[in-house]
């Protein structure tokens, strides 16, 4: 064979064999890719977060009906437990749209059957709706809407005596007042000496905002950290409902709804971030479908009290056991999965 050909041969054989080679590498790299995406879903998502059965004994709370000042209840309560008992506050309302929604108290010995407090409704004259509690230290923190989506807060040293602090102020990053119009559905966090609220606007978006007064707030950005989409479970409208801290990761439970009008349908789902900035999806969402919203995971241990050395009462030690709460128009629980 001609010194040419031999050459053209062997530079033809050269390449066929690193075109072998390297489809061999591109393959052992998708592999290693599709192993350890898996492996880093299971351990940003564990099961302990993310798998839960309906309780048989469905709902576990609802509204009194008819002739009741809490006929009905609407959106996210809150539940919170100490070594014996467990506190359910919700917000109670006629049925009507244009009924005040005032708060509830309720308490259980299991979290399962619930005993409405004689004392309700705990403030008659002021509206409580979409409601949350953050403890520190010996001060109960509740974060709700009052009328038209405004966001308020109030304290209180039992859970039962509220004192209205007044509504929040939110700034951008600018420090310019966000324009006006709702933002609601409030869910603090508070760690280290400093407080941290996401709240939505019209269910558009979710946005967060820093503070050091519980006063005036900023954005840490101006655009939102959790938007709809791209899934359809949550592509037309988002609000978050709590923030928790596991395994040293922050972990936000929130509900979506894909129906582009009403009535919606909403789904509980969950998001996890290391900077409460950043949101990544969990993959199998939705949680929970079939239209239950404003889920929430309480410790079956104990929420109330701050294990020894946790930063925030929100922040739960290894290992923890959840269940999750799913709580309009009525509280379902969901367990762990056996």
Same mark, same amino acid.
């Given at each position: 064979?001609?010194?040419?050909?031999?050459?053209?041969?062997?530079?033809?054989?050269?390449?066929?064999?690193?075109?072998?080679?390297? /489809?061999?590498?591109?393959?052992?790299?998708?592999?290693?890719?599709?192993?350890?995406? #898996?492996?880093?879903?299971?351990?940003?998502? @564990?099961?302990?977060?993310?798998?839960?059965? @309906? /309780?048989?004994?469905? #709902?576990?709370?609802?509204?009194?009906?008819?002739?009741?000042?809490?006929?009905?209840?609407?959106?996210? +309560?809150?539940?919170?437990?100490?070594?014996?008992?467990?506190?359910?506050?919700?917000? +109670?309302?006629?049925?009507?749209?244009?009924?005040?929604?005032?708060?509830?108290?309720?308490?259980?010995? !299991?979290?399962?059957?619930?005993?409405? !407090?004689?004392?309700?409704?705990?403030? %008659?004259?002021?509206?409580?709706?979409?409601?949350?509690?953050?403890?520190?230290?010996?001060?109960?923190?509740?974060?709700?809407?009052?009328?038209? !989506?405004?966001?308020?807060?109030?304290?209180?040293?039992?859970?039962?005596?509220? $004192?209205?602090?007044?509504?929040?102020?939110?700034?951008?990053?600018?420090?310019?007042?966000?324009?006006? +119009?709702?933002?609601?559905?409030?869910?603090?966090?508070?760690?280290?000496?400093?407080?941290?609220?996401?709240?939505?606007?019209?269910?558009?978006?979710?946005?967060?905002?820093?503070?050091?007064?519980?006063?005036?707030?900023?954005?840490?950005?101006?655009?939102?950290?959790? &938007?709809?989409?791209?899934?359809?479970?949550?592509?037309?409208?988002?609000?978050?409902? &709590?923030?928790? $801290?596991?395994?040293?990761?922050?972990? /936000?439970?929130?509900? +979506?709804?894909?129906?582009?009008?009403?009535?919606?349908?909403?789904?509980?789902?969950?998001?996890?971030?290391?900077?409460?900035?950043?949101? $990544? $999806?969990? #993959?199998?969402? @939705?949680?929970?479908?079939?239209?239950?919203?404003?889920?929430?995971?309480?410790?079956?241990?104990?929420?109330?009290?701050?294990?020894?050395?946790? &930063?925030?009462?929100?922040?739960? #030690?290894? @290992?923890?056991?959840?269940?999750?709460?799913?709580?309009?128009? &009525?509280?379902?629980?969901?367990? %762990?999965?056996?």
């Amino acid at each position: 064979m001609p010194t040419d050909e031999r050459l053209r041969s062997l530079i033809q054989f050269n390449s066929f064999r690193w075109n072998l080679v390297a /489809c061999a590498a591109l393959i052992l790299f998708a592999a290693v890719l599709s192993a350890r995406e #898996p492996a880093e879903t299971a351990a940003e998502f @564990p099961d302990v977060l993310t798998q839960f059965e @309906p /309780c048989q004994t469905n #709902p576990v709370f609802s509204g009194a009906g008819e002739g009741h000042w809490d006929a009905r209840i609407r959106e996210r +309560g809150w539940i919170l437990h100490d070594a014996k008992i467990w506190h359910l506050w919700y917000t +109670g309302y006629d049925g009507t749209r244009e009924g005040i929604k005032r708060l509830g108290h309720a308490t259980s010995e !299991d979290g399962l059957h619930w005993t409405r !407090d004689r004392r309700n409704p705990l403030d %008659p004259e002021v509206w409580i709706e979409d409601m949350m509690i953050v403890r520190n230290e010996d001060t109960l923190y509740m974060f709700a809407e009052g009328r038209s !989506d405004q966001t308020r807060w109030f304290t209180s040293p039992d859970g039962v005596v509220w $004192k209205d602090q007044g509504a929040i102020d939110i700034r951008d990053t600018l420090g310019k007042p966000i324009p006006p +119009g709702p933002y609601g559905t409030p869910t603090a966090w508070h760690e280290r000496g400093k407080w941290y609220l996401l709240y939505e606007r019209g269910d558009r978006g979710v946005w967060l905002a820093t503070s050091n007064n519980l006063k005036v707030w900023t954005h840490a950005q101006d655009e939102p950290v959790l &938007q709809p989409g791209p899934d359809n479970y949550d592509s037309h409208m988002i609000a978050a409902n &709590q923030v928790i $801290k596991y395994a040293g990761r922050y972990y /936000c439970y929130y509900h +979506g709804s894909g129906t582009p009008v009403a009535p919606r349908s909403w789904t509980t789902n969950l998001a996890v971030s290391t900077d409460l900035i950043h949101w $990544k $999806k969990y #993959p199998s969402n @939705p949680l929970v479908s079939g239209n239950r919203s404003s889920g929430i995971v309480v410790s079956t241990e104990t929420s109330f009290v701050d294990p020894i050395g946790i &930063q925030s009462p929100f922040e739960f #030690p290894l @290992p923890s056991r959840f269940r999750l709460y799913t709580m309009h128009d &009525q509280v379902e629980a969901f367990l %762990p999965e056996k």
